[in-house]
């Protein structure tokens, strides 16, 4: 199935499917509340069907928009927005913790018939004007496969440390709150999404509780959506070397929360810390499939074997 792409320059590229639904808006003109964490985010993501699987702004955590990459807790710096988390102290506003992220460019930019593929080079740059990171990010939209109901968003990060400090990585779990350990690339679904089904492999019973900290290839989440006869399913998916312990920098385990709020995290530190020295490098790619229906595992586990990676 071909795509449309469109860019309104200094704020957002579109992608529309050939019957005009747009699926995708990458934002990265950030919103202006520093106390956000600003940051470029990709909401709405909707499905081909054009049932809209994201959240942006809710009034629960306004920093939470729709797909975004993230980091909790970063060397003292907020890099996910909001609140921070004090060990003792609870969840505590401090706006000069918070950090943004800085659009610098776009140095490759590919819109075929039914792909597109960019380059986006970001500064990480804390409160106080520092420059301690560069990322390179890689976004791609393909196989939008209207049998199936479904398309495939990439999303990969290069982040390399130019600060004269090692930058140290973590999360509210790592600060001392239990299974909290949310940092990394970010879900944040739709109002209509509380209280949807979590899914991963070779887990029947298990759901958003029991899978929370747990590692693994894929995992989904479905739920119904308002106002429309109609289920969704997003499934999570890691490249293999992210998984892989002789490539990975650092283990990732799954941030996954149905109720109160429905979110998803590739969470990169989760239980343990990790530190970047000066000058190194890390990258780990994942795969978002946004799919129209309620997928079962086996249904899952046969698109993701169709996409290659």
């Known amino acids: 199935m071909s795509i449309r792409v469109s860019h309104v320059h200094g704020e957002h590229l579109a992608v529309e499917a050939s019957d ?6 990458y934002v990265y003109r950030p919103d202006p509340d520093p106390f956000e964490s600003r940051k470029p985010y990709a909401h709405p993501v909707r499905t081909l069907a054009g049932r809209t699987v994201t959240g942006y702004r809710p009034s629960d955590h306004r920093w939470h928009k729709g797909l975004q990459m993230t980091a909790s ?21 401090l706006p000069d913790r918070v950090g943004s992220m800085r ?16 380059t986006e080079e970001l500064t990480w740059v804390e409160n106080g004007g ?20 479904a398309w495939a968003l990439d999303w990969s990060i290069r982040l390399t440390n130019i600060r004269a400090a090692p930058l140290v990585f973590g999360s509210p779990t790592t600060a001392g709150r239990e299974l909290a350990g949310y940092t990394g690339l970010q879900w944040r679904g739709p109002r209509d999404f509380t209280g949807g089904r979590v899914l991963a492999p070779g887990t029947e019973d ?17 739920s119904e959506h308002d106002d429309v006869d109609g289920h969704s ?12 312990e002789t490539s990975a920098i650092h283990a990732s385990h799954w941030f996954v929360r149905s109720e109160p709020i429905p979110t998803v995290a590739f969470s990169w530190a989760f239980f343990e810390e990790f530190t970047l020295e000066p000058g190194e490098s890390y990258g780990y790619r994942y795969r978002v499939v946004i799919a129209d229906g309620d997928w079962d595992r086996d249904r899952i586990a046969a698109h993701l074997e169709g996409l290659p990676w």
């Open 103 to 118: 659009h610098d460019g776009f140095t490759a930019l590919a819109a075929e018939d039914e792909r597109l593929a960019f």
């Open 73 to 93: 807790h970063l060397s003292g710096q907020n890099f996910w927005g909001g609140n921070c988390y004090v060990h003792g102290q609870g969840y505590l506003p």
């Open 206 to 222: 298990a759901g958003a509780e029991e899978l929370m900290g747990t590692q693994g290839p894929w995992l989904a989440f479905t």
């Open 20 to 25: 005009g639904t747009e699926i995708l808006r």
């Open 130 to 149: 520092q420059e301690w990171a560069r990322e390179e990010r890689g976004i791609q939209v393909h196989s939008v496969d209207v049998g199936a109901g």
């Open 233 to 244: 399913t997003l499934v999570f998916a890691h490249a293999p070397e992210n998984l892989d």
